[in-house]
């Protein structure tokens, strides 16, 4: 295998959803990255971003628990941090903002030495813009064959535009450009940042199963066939409680969710145990068969640069 | 709540320092706000609200402190940042909703109690542990909320995939998360 240069390697935050009901997010994350030759560094004892808990207790306490994972990451010599949760990227960006703003209660609250000479990203800029869409699509051994798949971004990808820097609060396209990428059709999808109900599936369902409700009824009146995610979160209120939202509307949906990780995980000829295709509860079994047979001219990444 | 109005005596009830607080605490300038209305036009809570986020923002400026700090709508506020995308004014409504919580926690007046129950495991969870533990954080829920068959029609699915993990991941590092944890809230265990 051929040595990477070192400014590929990135360190990895998988965060906590992804070692539980997401972990097909992080098993079709960590083979993209592979495939595309980008190196990922797992950082060392990572812990909790605190999510909006901490959040709702004292932004300081999420900053010192997002900050450890920045400061970890800093002493193991990397500069960028990769998560491909968007709730931990909001932590990880919502420390570095406020290390800049307090400076002083910053270190107090985290009680480890850290610089801030870290950028944290998520695994969806990643793709649009170290690897991009073109370069994508020259990577591409089985392509969709335009599949109807709706972009569904969610709150956090994008928003708040201060701290995120990536794509446009309002109406995002890197994923409409990767999914374009890879052979998929996109329609047009006005929901792709409404809000899902977040977390309170648990402590006020009713909320979840109408936002995600009209999410879903969006996706099949745009004529998606499936929706593509990025957020561990989105991608539980639309698939795992799927079901739920069926029973409080009183109607069938049967809409695939898929991570985005995982479509491109098979138009790279990736199999579907690769991308853990079948960790997800709707099954997606109409949209594999929209894959287009292995195709031999496919250049690979590395020789395109 | 007379003769189905929801009348506020605002000029008994007024706390005139409490717009300055919010503005310090949250980094955000309220008093700014002309009632545009964008912030409640973008917002997918206000059904469940009791007050939509740009009366939120005038209640503020008016020094209602009492009837914000036990409003239903800061604890319902999902942090989506639509609002704050769209105000024209500038103002991070999102960060001011957070801080509102942040405050109805210090004036022990927080009135969704099962919310801030779930925030409250989910951070014991963290202490404990360094990382969330679902299946635990679902169980003590469940248990201390009184709604012990909240999303038991999951189970068996989850089950199906695998997906239900019955041990905790403990990190090396959970002294020092917890140690974290501490110096913010009460009550979070020495160690996991």
């Given at each position: 295998?051929?040595?990477k240069?070192?400014?590929?390697?990135?360190?990895y935050?998988?965060g906590?959803?992804?070692?539980?009901?997401?972990?097909?997010y992080?098993?079709?994350?960590?083979?993209?990255c592979?495939?595309l030759?980008?190196?990922?560094?797992?950082?060392?004892?990572?812990?909790?971003?605190?999510?909006t808990?901490?959040?709702?207790?004292?932004?300081?306490?999420?900053?010192?628990?997002?900050?450890?994972?920045?400061?970890?990451?800093?002493?193991?010599?990397?500069?960028?941090v990769m998560?491909p949760?968007?709730?931990?990227?909001?932590?990880?960006?919502?420390?570095?903002?406020?290390?800049?703003?307090?400076?002083n209660?910053?270190?107090?609250?985290?009680?480890r030495p850290f610089?801030?000479?870290?950028?944290?990203?998520s695994v969806?800029?990643?793709?649009?813009?170290?690897?991009g869409?073109?370069?994508?699509?020259?990577?591409v051994?089985?392509?969709?064959?335009?599949?109807?798949?709706?972009?569904?971004?969610?709150?956090?990808?994008?928003?708040?535009?201060?701290?995120?820097?990536?794509?446009?609060?309002?109406n995002?396209?890197?994923?409409?450009?990767?999914?374009?990428?890879?052979?998929c059709?996109?329609?047009?999808?006005?929901?792709k940042?409404e809000?899902?109900?977040?977390?309170?599936?648990?402590?006020?369902?009713?909320?979840?199963?109408?936002?995600?409700?009209?999410?879903?009824?969006?996706?099949v009146?745009?004529?998606?066939?499936?929706?593509?995610?990025?957020?561990?979160?989105?991608?539980?209120?639309?698939d795992?409680?799927?079901?739920?939202?069926?029973?409080?509307?009183?109607?069938?949906?049967?809409?695939?969710v898929?991570?985005?990780?995982?479509?491109v995980?098979?138009?790279?000829?990736?199999t579907?145990?690769?991308?853990?295709?079948d960790?997800?509860?709707?099954?997606?079994e109409?949209?594999?068969?929209?894959?287009d047979?292995?195709s031999?001219t496919?250049?690979?990444?590395?020789?395109?640069? | 709540m007379?003769?189905?109005?929801?009348?506020?005596?605002?000029?008994e009830?007024?706390?005139?320092?409490?717009?300055?607080?919010?503005e310090?605490?949250?980094?955000?300038?309220?008093?700014q706000?002309?009632?545009?209305?964008?912030c409640?036009?973008?917002?997918?809570?206000?059904?469940?609200?009791d007050?939509?986020?740009?009366q939120?923002?005038?209640?503020?400026?008016?020094?209602?402190?009492?009837?914000?700090?036990?409003?239903?709508?800061?604890?319902?506020?999902a942090?989506?940042?639509a609002?704050?995308?769209?105000c024209?004014?500038?103002i991070?409504?999102?960060?001011?909703?957070?801080?509102?919580?942040?405050?109805?926690?210090?004036?022990?007046a927080?009135?969704?109690?099962d919310?801030?129950?779930?925030?409250?495991?989910?951070?014991?969870?963290?202490?404990?542990?360094?990382?969330?533990?679902?299946?635990?954080?679902?169980?003590s829920?469940?248990m201390?909320?009184?709604?012990p068959?909240?999303?038991?029609d999951?189970?068996p699915q989850?089950?199906?995939?695998?997906?239900l993990a019955?041990?905790?991941?403990?990190?090396?590092?959970?002294k020092?998360?917890?140690?974290?944890?501490?110096?913010?809230?009460d009550?979070?265990?020495?160690?996991?």
């Amino acid at each position: 295998m051929k040595a990477k240069p070192m400014k590929r390697t990135i360190a990895y935050y998988p965060g906590c959803s992804l070692e539980g009901l997401a972990e097909e997010y992080d098993r079709s994350t960590r083979a993209v990255c592979r495939a595309l030759g980008l190196e990922l560094v797992e950082i060392p004892d990572w812990n909790c971003c605190g999510s909006t808990p901490a959040h709702s207790y004292n932004p300081l306490l999420s900053a010192a628990l997002a900050g450890r994972n920045l400061a970890l990451a800093e002493e193991a010599g990397l500069d960028t941090v990769m998560t491909p949760c968007p709730g931990c990227l909001k932590a990880l960006k919502g420390a570095l903002h406020k290390q800049g703003e307090d400076p002083n209660g910053f270190q107090d609250a985290l009680g480890r030495p850290f610089e801030g000479k870290v950028r944290a990203v998520s695994v969806l800029q990643l793709l649009a813009e170290r690897i991009g869409p073109e370069a994508l699509r020259k990577a591409v051994r089985r392509p969709f064959r335009d599949a109807p798949v709706a972009p569904y971004y969610g709150c956090l990808l994008t928003r708040p535009a201060a701290f995120a820097q990536f794509d446009d609060p309002e109406n995002p396209v890197s994923m409409d450009r990767i999914l374009e990428a890879i052979g998929c059709a996109v329609p047009d999808f006005p929901f792709k940042t409404e809000c899902c109900g977040a977390t309170y599936g648990v402590t006020r369902n009713p909320i979840v199963t109408r936002l995600t409700g009209r999410i879903l009824d969006m996706a099949v009146r745009a004529g998606a066939a499936a929706v593509a995610v990025a957020c561990p979160l989105c991608q539980q209120n639309l698939d795992l409680r799927q079901a739920q939202v069926e029973k409080a509307a009183g109607r069938r949906f049967r809409l695939p969710v898929v991570y985005i990780t995982q479509l491109v995980g098979l138009a790279l000829g990736l199999t579907p145990e690769e991308v853990g295709l079948d960790k997800l509860f709707v099954s997606p079994e109409s949209l594999i068969m929209n894959l287009d047979a292995e195709s031999e001219t496919a250049d690979s990444l590395s020789n395109a640069g | 709540m007379k003769n189905g109005q929801n009348l506020l005596r605002i000029q008994e009830s007024r706390d005139a320092g409490f717009v300055e607080r919010v503005e310090r605490e949250s980094g955000q300038r309220v008093s700014q706000c002309y009632q545009c209305g964008n912030c409640s036009a973008s917002c997918a809570y206000t059904h469940v609200y009791d007050f939509p986020a740009n009366q939120i923002m005038r209640l503020i400026q008016l020094g209602q402190k009492d009837v914000i700090l036990r409003s239903r709508s800061i604890w319902l506020c999902a942090q989506c940042q639509a609002c704050t995308t769209r105000c024209p004014c500038n103002i991070d409504v999102a960060r001011v909703m957070e801080t509102l919580r942040v405050l109805a926690v210090e004036a022990g007046a927080v009135t969704q109690k099962d919310i801030q129950l779930f925030y409250d495991e989910f951070l014991k969870s963290v202490a404990a542990f360094g990382r969330v533990f679902e299946t635990g954080l679902l169980a003590s829920y469940n248990m201390k909320s009184g709604k012990p068959m909240t999303d038991a029609d999951l189970a068996p699915q989850v089950l199906r995939k695998g997906k239900l993990a019955l041990l905790p991941h403990r990190i090396r590092g959970r002294k020092e998360v917890a140690a974290i944890v501490r110096r913010f809230m009460d009550g979070a265990p020495e160690r996991g």
